[in-house]
């Protein structure tokens, strides 16, 4: 038997019925595979959160300022907002990467340091980033993730932060899927209806702007720092056979790109969540992934992967805890 | 101001766009109003699981033969069954409780004996239970839950095992909310179709066999020893400001019939996921709740509220630890 079906069958012979526990049956499948084990184990999860400003953000298209980007990067550096809550409670590693934010900071904080410029270039006169500055953003992703596979990590999810940063994804969401930037469009961080208008407006013009083909030029010319490096990080990841818990909006964003790079490395992702944010659901459904939340949430941070890690979690634990029906003597279906 | 509107005041200001983190807010909102606290916490959660065989599985309206249950209750208290490996994950305490097994247990096992009979009678010949039966059960459940909330217990979460328990809940749904006993009845522990077609013939000759009236009477006529037992504690759970969470299709049963006694019980409970099984949707409707997992579980057990429980804390932990606007310097929106 090959491994696919020593893992089911192993599943289906745990004391319950056959099929009963849905979704973290596929999902024990999913890793068993990934990990090529009957035992599978989620080794130092680890989140990385990229944190990068856009150009873009000068147009108005979020009801934040831009400072908020470097604001957030402090708040994640004490500790104090809902990734740092949420990875604390589920014994996930947080490390933050300043990606390219456009402030200056202190000496001496809890950061790495791996910053292309201080912010994307405003895409509406040039492109975000020269093909150069791209290439080296998803270098630079890579690099972090082999050296948490190096230190032993085999679970990663990628969160981050950028204010404007659904701008970037729905213009890369649009561009790789062919569906309308109206469509692509939402609300991010909470833009009114009036607002949400505008912005498509000046994605529409952004998007007619350019005439890019391949993937590389396109994460250039509409993606941001931040998206870049996790591009980069998805697709090491997916070469170190890790299992990848994808977040929301922007990550799926990220998830998408990095299959025009390698179009299996969704085979290592585990959708954590449906964003509130009006594109994710027709992006995911693109991608065929089933997000494993749908709670409303739209924060980023990689929020929504941190708060579904538990359930990930009991996939893998009911898969090498629970007991046959023959071990337990428990009588199967008659 | 109230509790309610301080409660909001709170989480409207933590450092997140207004709303961002969806479910959680409402799920934080609720347990705060129900420990009326700024700062509620779960403590010492417990997991209660009640036993009970049914007669009417003798009409072979489960795929699985009734010995299941006792075999089930040796597995729990084993430790090999799905609920122990999510619970010991969650760091939720599991306590089994003979309802109403059909079975004579050797001495020293780890259970709660309550045994009220050795199974509820045959349904389709006479009344489950007596009235008195089914009162000392929901007493007993009542104990139960009153002894974990002098423990220092605030949270509780209630399961069940008991081969046929899905058609004494299907025949409570259809009683309490009108809906057609077609629409309440499923596949349970996985029926083919053909005998799901033979489990509504048999639930319907039952249903129209008995003219009863009162939520008491209904359930003594239709329920079984672990459901009685599952209203009591919920009703207890409500009287002792707990925060309740809900399994399944049964749990939610029990949770419906605790309402014709105590209408306000809900505002205590938390949905913790939809079941597969087929009536569970329409139910959870009519309760006006919305499950907070749809992952395909329909196992039983209390393993939806056990695998659900970490997003639960999350909303507690997001509403006690996460920084405000003013605290972490963060520009709110503009």
């Given at each position: 038997?090959?491994?696919?079906?020593?893992?089911?069958?192993?599943?289906?012979?745990?004391?319950?019925?056959?099929?009963?526990?849905?979704?973290?049956?596929?999902?024990?499948?999913?890793?068993?595979?990934?990990?090529?084990?009957?035992?599978p184990k989620l080794e130092k999860p680890v989140l990385l959160v990229f944190a990068a400003d856009h150009g873009l953000a000068d147009e108005g298209i979020s009801p934040f300022p831009k400072e908020v980007t470097w604001q957030m990067v402090m708040n994640f550096c004490a500790g104090g907002a809902a990734i740092n809550v949420f990875c604390k409670q589920n014994g996930i590693d947080i490390k933050v990467i300043d990606a390219g934010v456009d402030y200056d900071f202190p000496e001496g904080l809890p950061f790495l340091d791996a910053k292309i410029a201080k912010g994307t270039r405003n895409m509406l006169r040039q492109p975000a980033m020269s093909?150069?500055?791209?290439?080296?953003?998803?270098?630079?992703?890579?690099?972090?993730?082999?050296?948490?596979?190096?230190?032993?990590?085999?679970?990663?999810?990628f969160g981050e932060m950028g204010i404007g940063n659904t701008s970037a994804s729905a213009l890369l969401m649009h561009k790789f899927t062919g569906i309308s930037i109206e469509e692509c469009t939402g609300k991010g961080a909470g833009l009114n209806d009036e607002n949400v208008v505008r912005k498509k407006k000046i994605l529409k013009e952004v998007s007619e702007k350019y005439q890019v083909e391949n993937p590389l030029d396109i994460l250039a010319t509409f993606g941001g720092f931040e998206i870049a490096m996790m591009v980069g990080a998805f697709l090491e990841a997916k070469k170190q056979k890790m299992v990848i818990l994808v977040d929301g909006f922007i990550a799926t964003a990220a998830a998408l790109t990095a299959t025009r790079f390698d179009k299996k490395v969704t085979e290592n992702c585990i959708f954590c969540h449906t964003s509130k944010e009006k594109g994710h659901q027709l992006m995911a459904k693109y991608l065929g992934a089933k997000p494993l939340l749908d709670i409303g949430m739209r924060l980023g941070e990689g929020s929504g992967a941190a708060v579904a890690f538990p359930i990930v979690k009991s996939a893998v634990l009911f898969l090498n805890e629970m007991t046959s029906f023959e071990d337990a003597g428990v009588s199967n279906k008659e």
């Open positions: 038997m090959n491994i696919k079906d020593q893992l089911q069958h192993k599943i289906d012979f745990k004391t319950k019925p056959l099929g009963a526990l849905g979704r973290l049956e596929e999902i024990a499948l999913q890793i068993g595979i990934i990990q090529d084990s009957l035992s093909v150069d500055e791209c290439r080296q953003a998803m270098e630079k992703g890579k690099g972090f993730v082999k050296a948490e596979a190096e230190n032993g990590c085999n679970t990663i999810a």
